[in-house]
């Protein structure tokens, strides 16, 4: 029985437990005729019912662990952003040329509504971010990172990361551009072309983190308004934000 496959197994007993059912009616009802016919109404609804299970009761139940692992894949995501998304964001804000651009757009509030999440990351899209890298503290990013590797592959090895692809990139940007820095010995005096290299790849860090950055705002507001409410008030693009109620 052990080279049995498993299906095969069930199937043979689904298929004895039909046999003595069937044997049942026609002791019952003594019958065959009537045996056949119930046969027969029973396969005419047999594409109703395997249509309902596989269909419509396999999708209603692959929505529900969709549901579950967002929900876990957005927690994963706000110990991302308190480790390491939220500092990271200051880090690269302090190179930014055109900064006071992008504040004004990211300027989230406890009013915002669905529109002005999308109207702010198509703005952000519109919007050439440029970087001096001698406003970069390249030490203190590399130290940071370097700190924060360990929490980064714990992050790459989450299997729940395969149903947010956004997420992913984000992930890998970041991992790499913590590579770039941990393999440099001596980042402060680096040429210009190896800091332009840099600067790609903090851009590309920038778009990726302020696009998740929005989402995970809105599903806090959506369903965490009291972590929504901390988020705002500590909002690392508003120069007024403080984390005191008043």
Known sequence: ??????????????LLVSLFFNLVLYATFDDIDYIVKFILAQLGFLPISVYLVTVVINQLLGQREKLVMLKKMNMV??????????????????????????QQILQVDMDWEAADYRQAVSRLKKSDAN???????????RDFMAAERDFLLSLLGNPNLLEHEVFTELLWAVFHLAEELGNRSD????????????????????????????????????????????AVRTNPFNPQARVEVV
């Open 77 to 102: 995501i706000g110990s991302f952003f308190s480790e390491v998304g939220t500092e990271l964001l200051k880090f690269i804000s302090q190179a930014q040329e055109n900064r006071e651009m992008v």
């Open 187 to 230: 980042v402060s005096s680096l040429p210009d072309k190896d800091y332009e290299h840099l600067v790609g790849d903090i851009k590309r860090v920038h778009v990726l983190l302020l696009t998740q950055w929005l989402a995970y705002m809105e599903h806090l507001q959506a369903d965490y308004p009291f972590l929504f409410s901390l």
């Open 1 to 14: 029985m052990n080279f049995f496959p498993w299906r095969g197994r069930l199937a043979v007993g689904f």
């Open 131 to 141: 970087f001096n890298h001698t406003e970069v503290d390249w030490q203190r990013l």
